[in-house]
């Protein structure tokens, strides 16, 4: 399970009796980091973040027959970086077509801000960044 304290304590009352005998163990951000740097590896918050969820995503069989130690919470962060870098081959059309629609629904999300006197959030400017970049470098 993967959450506050709050949410997995409703999570826990909903799944458990009242006398039903547990055990618990708890990895915090600080316990995750600490098992990656111990490996030589440096996770940022999003890293940690995304490797708490993973691990409290992760199916009760599974936990029970793997378990999760130190050097599984590393390997963890490792496929998490392999799949963040993984790179696919797509046809420049494909790409292309792809980026001019995504751009024109970032630039309508801008509009409807913009008249409802907001300014556009900031991960809106990113992904308009990143798109008007990728285009960029197909059209080079």
């Keep these: 399970m993967f959450g506050t304290r709050e949410e997995l304590c409703v999570q826990l009352e909903n799944m458990f009796t009242f006398d039903e005998p547990l055990i618990l163990l708890v990895w915090t951000e600080e316990g995750v980091s600490v098992a990656c740097r111990e490996s ?7 890293e940690v973040w995304s ?8 199916p009760m069989a599974k936990y029970r027959r793997e378990g999760i130690t130190c050097d599984r919470v590393c390997e963890l962060l490792m496929q998490q ?12 059309t494909l790409l292309s077509r792809v980026l001019k ?8 999300r801008v509009g409807h801000a913009w008249e409802a006197g907001r300014q556009e959030p900031e991960s809106l400017r990113d992904a308009l960044r990143d798109v008007h970049s990728l285009q960029d470098q197909l059209a080079a």
């Design 40 to 46: 030589g590896q440096h996770p940022d918050e999003k």
């Design 51 to 58: 490797l708490m969820k993973t691990i409290g995503d992760m």
């Design 81 to 92: 970086r392999e799949e963040e870098n993984r790179q696919v081959s797509v046809t420049a």
């Design 101 to 108: 629609r995504y751009a024109s629904d970032l630039e309508n």
